[in-house]
Structures are given as structure tokens and as C-alpha cells.
């Protein structure tokens, strides 16, 4: 395979995935966020071997991605060519992902987060073009988090010892948030724990189900809903407002992506889906938490 760096096209649409979904962080029973999801019987755990040329691209597209995080590190605080370098980023997530799973990695784990980093950096890429930096920036964050767990599957596969470039902090070089609300009334505290006890119980009722997939389509709709009146909802008291919004936006969307999938009768694409959803609520429930003195948890 040929390595070419080059700008890409990159779709507008947001959380759009260029693959199907695969799983990431499984659906968490007895309380463990991060246990794999039980193995698909017609799905490898692994993926086949690599060539020499393969595994060359790996490195190749891996190395670049770096450095454009190290690029938009130095970038995020103005917001000057943000935009053009997370295309740049996103392309090159596109090209690692045509390059092959590495070894020992569960490719359908692998390949979910490589596509979603992709359409991340394509959109973050767009909200800066618009003008939204506060957006881009929170949205920024994200993607540079969610690549650590893509260079562990690198390094254990090819014994590199790939690391994100240090950065002194995310709060400290990111655009000055809207202030944050300084108290709630009693009807915007009961709003927000509202839907937080709806987003629990549906996650509660979800992960009975997704073994069988029976009515997950229906309770994925319910559970956007909560996503999104959780957005339009007062924001909890110490919560940045740009990233706890587009957290609560992103599940929604997410939540949405996976009843689609299961309409359409593809679970193994809706689950995996489901696992991401499922992860990224734990730091949702923790804003609500910290801003309201609750104790929300997945269970």
C-alpha cells in the first residue's frame, strides 16, 4: 500500500462513521466499565496478519498523526489554522484506518475508534470553519483522549512505543469557556435529575437487552431523547458548559446512530455503538454528580 499525505475531503455531517461501529468500551455489568464485550461467534477476535508494507503504513500514519496533535497542541489556545490541520488530522485517521488492524488488536474495536477519531477531527474541523472555536476545542479534547487507547493497540501489536506529546493541560491552553452558572434554580436542578434518572434506567433496561437485541431500537430512541433534554436542560453547577453540551449532543447523536442500526437489523453495528454510548455517559453522570451532589452511576 502506498503512503500519500495529502488533505482529504471530509463530510460535514456530524458523528457520520465512515465504518461500521465496532465495539469499543463493552456494555458494563457488575458495575466494570471497561470489560470487553463477550465475543461475536461469526466475528475473529484478531485480525489477519499484516504485511511488512502493512505494518509500515501503520507507523507511517501513526507518526503523522502525532505530529499534527502536536501541531494543534500549540494551535488550540488562538484557534489560528485549526481547521486546516484537523482535516489534515482526520485524513490521516482515514489512511491508518485502510492500513490494517494491528496485531493482537480486536479489529472491530480497533476500527471503531480509528473511524470515529476521523469523523471527530472532520467535525471539529468544520466548527472552527464556522467560527464555533469553543465547540472545536472541546471537541478537540476528546479526540486527543480517545487516541491514547488507539497507540496502546498500536504499541502491544508492533512493539512501538508510541505516546501522545506532552501537553500542560487542557483547561489551561483552551479557549475561555461561557461563564459557568454560578447557582440553579429548583426547577433546573429538578430538570437535570430528571433525565439523568431517565438515562440511568434506560442504560439499566439497555444492557439487559443488547445480548438479544429484542426492542433495542425502541429504548436507543427513549434514550436519545434523554441525551438531548439533558441538552437543552439548565448545565450543573462547576460544569464547563461548551464540553458538558457537546457531550450530551454527541450521545445523542450516538444513541440515534445505534437505534438506526438496529432497525435496520444490524446489531453487531448498534451494540458496538452502545458500548461507546455507554462509556462516554460515566463522565456525563459525573458533571451531574459533582454540580448537584448526586450519586448517579451506571449500573
Not at 205 to 230: C, K, P
Request: a neutral charge; glycine letters at 10%; aromatic letters at 6%.
Amino acid at each position: 500500500m502506498s503512503i500519500h499525505r495529502g488533505m482529504k475531503s471530509v463530510s460535514a455531517l456530524a458523528i457520520s462513521l465512515v465504518v461500521t461501529l465496532g465495539t469499543g468500551i463493552a456494555p458494563a455489568h457488575a458495575g466494570v466499565v471497561t470489560s470487553p464485550m463477550p465475543a461475536v461467534a461469526s466475528q475473529p477476535l484478531n485480525a489477519p496478519a499484516l504485511s511488512s508494507s502493512d505494518i509500515r503504513d501503520i507507523k507511517q500514519y501513526t507518526k503523522w498523526i502525532l505530529e499534527d496533535i502536536k501541531a494543534l497542541d500549540e494551535r488550540v489556545g488562538d484557534g489560528i489554522g485549526m481547521s486546516t490541520r484537523l482535516t489534515m488530522l482526520a485524513g490521516n485517521y482515514r489512511d491508518l484506518l485502510a492500513s490494517g488492524v494491528p496485531p493482537k488488536a480486536k479489529a472491530s474495536n480497533y476500527k471503531a475508534r480509528v473511524a470515529t477519531l476521523a469523523n471527530f477531527a472532520a467535525q471539529a474541523s468544520d466548527e472552527y470553519g464556522n467560527g464555533d472555536e469553543t465547540s472545536g476545542a472541546a471537541r478537540y479534547m476528546v479526540i486527543r483522549k480517545q487516541t491514547g487507547p488507539v497507540l496502546t493497540m498500536i504499541n502491544k501489536g508492533l512493539g512501538t512505543k508510541y505516546r501522545l506529546p506532552g501537553f500542560a493541560g487542557e483547561t489551561a491552553t483552551t479557549p475561555t469557556p461561557s461563564a459557568t452558572p454560578a447557582g440553579l434554580s429548583a426547577s433546573d436542578i429538578d430538570g437535570i435529575k430528571t433525565y439523568a434518572d431517565r438515562v440511568v434506567r434506560d442504560i439499566t433496561e439497555l444492557d439487559i437487552r443488547v445480548q438479544d437485541g429484542i426492542g433495542m431500537s425502541t429504548r436507543l430512541g427513549m434514550l436519545a431523547g434523554d441525551y438531548s433534554n439533558l441538552l437543552n436542560a439548565a448545565v450543573p453547577t462547576g460544569a464547563d458548559p461548551a464540553t458538558y453540551k457537546a457531550r450530551c449532543q454527541t450521545l445523542a447523536d450516538f444513541a440515534n446512530k445505534a437505534a438506526d442500526d438496529y432497525s435496520y437489523g444490524d446489531g453487531i453495528a448498534g451494540s458496538a455503538k452502545y458500548a461507546v454510548i455507554r462509556q462516554e455517559t460515566v463522565p456525563l453522570l459525573a458533571a451531574i454528580n459533582a454540580g448537584l451532589g448526586t450519586t448517579y452511576a451506571l449500573p
